[in-house]
C-alpha cells in the first residue's frame, strides 16, 4: 500500500524474470498482497472500528523490528528494540483514549527509557545508538499514531479512508504513469525508477481521489479535497524517498522479506507514514470534529 513503485520510469526488466513487471518486481504477488492488506484494514473499519487501531499497533510492531534488524545487521547500530517497540506499542494504544497527549506522553517516557537501557553497553556508539533508537520512535510509531487518531471522532472512519483513498491513488496513478510514461528521473541519485512523468500521475489521481473522497465522505469543500490529495502526494513521495535514502545508506534492498513482491511491511508503510501525520492536521483544519 506503499508508493514505493509509485513514479517508475519505464525501464523493462530482463528476459530471465518473465514473471517480474516492468517496474522490476513480481506484479501479481505484489497486488495480490496490496489487495490484502487492503482488506484487512477495510474489515477492521467497517466492523468495529477500534479493532483498527490493534492493526496499526501490529504493523507497528512489525516495522519497528524490521527497521532495527536492518539497523543491526547492515550498520552495527543497536536501536534499543524493548523500549522502541513497547513505547511504540503504548503510543498507538494511548492515541484512542487521550489522543495527542498520550502519543507525547508516552513517546517522552520512550527516549528516557532508551537513554537508560543503552547504559548497558558503556559508551562506545552511545550517542549514535540513541539517534537512531529515536528516529525508530518517531518514525515508525509516533508517525502511526497519527493514523489510529483519525479513526477517533464520529466519522473516523471516512476520515481513514479518505487517508488511504489519497495514498493509493498516489501510489497507483503514479506507477501507471511511470511505467507508460516514464522518462525523465525525478531523483537519480536516490531512487532512479521514480520519473517526473509518475510524479505527474500521482499527483493527478491523488487530486481527484482527495477530492472525490472528501466532498463525498466528509462534506467538505471541493478545493479542501483537492488541496488534501496534492499534500498526500507530496508527503508520501518524500516518505518513499526518504526510505529510499535509508536502504542505500545501509546498502540493502527491502528492509524484510516478509512479503511476497512488496519486501518487508517496512517496504510498505514508507509512504503512509508522513502521510498519516498530514491527514491528521489538514483533516482536523477543514472537518472539525
Known amino acids: 500500500m506503499g508508493s514505493t513503485a509509485g513514479t517508475e520510469t519505464g525501464e523493462p526488466a530482463g528476459d530471465d524474470k518473465p514473471k517480474k ?6 506484479l501479481p504477488a505484489a497486488i495480490g498482497v496490496g489487495l490484502l492488506l487492503g482488506a484487512a484494514v477495510i474489515v477492521s473499519l467497517v466492523t468495529v472500528k477500534e479493532i483498527f487501531i490493534g492493526v496499526v499497533a501490529l504493523a ?3 516495522a519497528t523490528y524490521e527497521l532495527s534488524g536492518a539497523l543491526k545487521r547492515s550498520a552495527g547500530i543497536q536501536v534499543a528494540f524493548w523500549p522502541v ?12 483514549p487521550f489522543e495527542r497527549n498520550g502519543v507525547v506522553s508516552a513517546f517522552v517516557v520512550t527516549i528516557l527509557a532508551c537513554l537508560l537501557w543503552r547504559f548497558r553497553g558503556g559508551t562506545e556508539n552511545y550517542l549514535r545508538d540513541i539517534s537512531a533508537s529515536v528516529f525508530t520512535a518517531a518514525y515508525v510509531p509516533m508517525f502511526a499514531s497519527f493514523a489510529a487518531m483519525l479513526v477517533v471522532p464520529d466519522d473516523g472512519v471516512a476520515r481513514v479512508l479518505c487517508f488511504l483513498i489519497a495514498v493509493v491513488a498516489s501510489d497507483t496513478g503514479g506507477y501507471a504513469a511511470g511505467v507508460l510514461f516514464g522518462k525523465h528521473p525525478m531523483a537519480p541519485t536516490i531512487s532512479p525508477k521514480k520519473s517526473w512523468e509518475g510524479f505527474a500521475g ?3 489521481a491523488g487530486v481527484v481521489g482527495g477530492w472525490l473522497s472528501l466532498s463525498l465522505m466528509l462534506d467538505a469543500q471541493w478545493w479542501q479535497g483537492a488541496l488534501f490529495g496534492a499534500a498526500i502526494v507530496m508527503t508520501a513521495t518524500l516518505g518513499d524517498l ?23 511491511l517496512m517496504d510498505r508503510m514508507d509512504s503512509l507514514l508522513p502521510s498519516a501525520v498530514v491527514s491528521w492536521l489538514l483533516l482536523r483544519l477543514f472537518v472539525p470534529s
Open 60 to 62: 507497528v510492531g512489525v
Open 202 to 204: 500521482s499527483m493527478t
Open 21 to 26: 513487471s516492468r517496474a522490476g518486481r513480481n
Open 242 to 264: 526518504v526510505e529510499s535514502l535509508i536502504k542505500r545508506d545501509l546498502g540493502i534492498k527491502d528492509m524484510g522479506n516478509l512479503l511476497p513482491g512488496h519486501g518487508g
Open 85 to 96: 517497540f513497547i513505547g511504540g506499542q503504548a503510543m498507538v494504544w494511548l492515541a484512542w
